[in-house]
């Protein structure tokens, strides 16, 4: 069965320093990673994901994530953060069975502080 | 268009009650999602509809139903709930046949006293 592991519960940082979210995944088949970001009292938004091809992805507000199948990680990364990022981050593995079923790891909670 | 819509944003009911959430998407999706989140935890799925049928149902509680009248809606109907089904329901909607996103709503929060 698939699974994520996501391996902080909590990511302090300050603004303007770098960040790492980490996220391992398990998987016997074809694999599909997400990353989505809910902010407070709201739904998930899609960050990034990797389907295929290319083994790193960018957002548009300057995340990137790398897919490594040999350390089977898909870790976020952002080179300077806002405060504006702080909210969770989940990483997520799709199974296609038709329809997907999206199994999320328990979260990474980001917070930026001044 | 990559909105998905939910009403009501808040509901709150008694153990007797029957209320549904209600879920749109005009992106063309033919699977639709519920997911039930609580605090400070990840979602995690209910139902899927693919095609208007159901095709996955996570062992949920039968107080939960769900209906997929047509390709656009999604209706959750609730009866006889219990405090613990108190939190955040998502619904999502995405492709079928290829893996590709998963488009959220922002929820409807549900208290039941």
């Known amino acids: 069965a698939q699974s994520v592991t996501q391996l902080d519960s909590q990511v302090p940082v300050f603004e303007e320093a770098p960040v790492e979210l980490r996220c391992n995944y398990s998987s016997s088949v074809s694999v599909y990673l997400f990353w989505y970001v809910q902010y407070p009292n709201q739904g998930l938004q899609l960050l990034l994901k990797y389907l295929s091809g290319s083994t790193l992805v960018k957002s548009i507000n300057g995340f990137e994530a790398e897919f490594n199948k040999s350390q089977t990680s898909f870790h976020l990364r952002k080179p300077s953060v806002h405060i504006s990022d702080t909210a969770e981050y989940f990483c997520a593995v799709s199974v296609s069975q038709g329809a997907q079923k999206l199994v999320f790891g328990q979260g990474t909670r980001l917070t930026i502080n001044p | 268009d990559t909105e998905v819509t939910q009403t009501p944003k808040h509901l709150v009911m008694g153990m007797t009650n029957k209320k549904s959430l209600k879920c749109e998407q005009h992106?063309?999706?033919?699977?639709m999602y519920w997911y039930k989140q609580k605090a400070k935890k990840p979602p995690e799925l209910m139902f899927v509809?693919?095609?208007?049928?159901?095709?996955i149902n996570e062992s949920v509680p039968s107080r939960f139903s769900p209906e997929c009248p047509n390709s656009s809606l999604l209706n959750l109907h609730l009866h006889a709930l219990q405090p613990e089904d108190s939190a955040l329901y998502l619904c999502?909607?995405?492709?079928?046949?290829?893996?590709?996103?998963?488009?959220f709503g922002p929820g409807t929060r549900l208290t039941v006293l």
């Open positions: 999502a909607s995405s492709q079928v046949l290829v893996v590709d996103t998963q488009y």
């Open positions: 992106m063309g999706h033919r699977a």
């Open positions: 509809y693919s095609y208007e049928k159901l095709s």
